[in-house]
């Protein structure tokens, strides 16, 4: 049984950082593909990052160049470092877990976190 918790969410300024972690618990963490996604009151949840197996990242266009995943696996730790921030980044932040199959490729995110606040103030 997997388990995520993020932590490292509060209230910033604009143009401030932010370091989110998210614990993994369970098996094999680094046979997975970690995630990062996050949701605003009343829009959908947005993708904003992911880190396969071979340490490989992708973002989305409205973090690329502000935001950086990377992941420990002797400590099992995703972690979001945020820069920039805008208030147009407050929401919750999620991070997600997917395994990978034999040629080493993500499959859908499975395992989920209950998500840490982060709040960007003009």
């Known amino acids: 049984q997997v388990q995520l918790v993020e932590s490292g969410g509060g209230s910033v300024q604009s143009g401030g950082s932010l370091r989110l972690s998210c614990a993994f618990s369970g098996y094999l963490y680094s046979n997975y593909c970690m995630g990062w996604f996050r949701q605003a009151p009343g829009k959908e949840r947005e993708w904003l990052a992911t880190?396969?197996?071979?340490?490989?990242?992708t973002y989305a266009d409205s973090v690329k160049g502000r935001f950086a995943v990377s992941r420990n696996d002797a400590e099992r730790t995703l972690y979001l470092q945020m820069n920039s921030l805008q208030p147009e980044d407050t929401a919750s932040y999620y991070c997600a877990a997917a395994p990978i199959q034999l040629d080493y490729r993500c499959l859908s995110y499975r395992y989920w976190g209950q998500g840490t606040q982060v709040t960007v103030s003009s």
């Open positions: 880190i396969d197996t071979n340490n490989w990242t």
